[in-house]
């Protein structure tokens, strides 16, 4: 068996190659389509001699490469290791909203099957997945950032406070340097834009949780439980445990969803991760960061489209290695 699932590994894992190669020739010729010149976008209507814009337009080294806007010559990798962690930590705080929300609602909605309260929750997936992201942004800062004043509605962390970077993560970096202020600020922070985008993302779960649990819960194996007399929250626990296969593959693709959409929520918060930074370079042309950034979320969800390959390889001895 550790044979086959070690070839299996393999495999899965030399898919990401031709995938971001693939992806970085399409990203390319999309770029090079596109009118404008990242150089004059640069520089505007300032007066430019040939020989300048001939050096300047030889700034590309097959690589990340160096930025071609303000602040111009940074390497992309700088800004990559600057924004990437900040994309990362909405990402994880988002994608727990959505999880912890979508399991408990679509956990209730199968065990109070053909009810008020079942159809309460399938409203509520429909109108979770058809909320506009910025929309619902908006509405979230207006009300606990406005009206009641209890939370931020943009940034990462409160002005003046200092935090020693560590991971990037501002509040794993406070957790582990003790700056309990900073990781408060960091908390407060977070919460409207992870709400958010955890909120939309969650009606999702809560149809395939509950289509799901609502399957196993009428196989025999949960009549015998009840016929035993096992507590109703422990056959719950098993018809969830049973039913969490399919949703374990919706996890990995919604959390490599977040990673490369979040550019709606970081825009609306002015939360300065990946998601503004490629739209700011798309202004400029910038043709070294965009490549840049897409190849690095490319190599990224890749590897976590391996991880849940793996993880439901090993959840369901069904898959053939």
Known sequence: MARGIGQYIVIRG????????ILYTIVFI?????PGNPVLAVVGTKNISPEQLQHLMK???GDFGVTLAFPMGKPVV????LRFPATLELTIFGFTVSVLLGLLTGTIAATKKGTKIDTGMRLYSIIAYTLFIPWFGMMLQYVFG????????SGRIDPGIELQRITGLYVLDSILTGNWEAFASAIRHIILPATTLGIVLSGAYTRLVRNNMVDVLSQDFIRSYYARGVRDWK???YALKNAFIPVVTLMGLQFAILLGGAVLTETTFNWPGMGTFIVDRIDYRDYNAIQGAVVFFAFFVG???LIVDIVYALLDPRVKY
């Open 235 to 237: 056959v719950t626990w």
């Open 59 to 61: 700034m590309l080294h």
């Open 78 to 81: 700088e800004y990559l290791k």
């Open 30 to 34: 999309f770029l090079r389509i596109l």
């Open 146 to 153: 406005i009206h009641f004043h209890v939370l931020p509605t």
């Open 14 to 21: 030399l898919m990401i190659i031709p995938t971001i190669l």
């Open 303 to 305: 590897l976590i489209s």
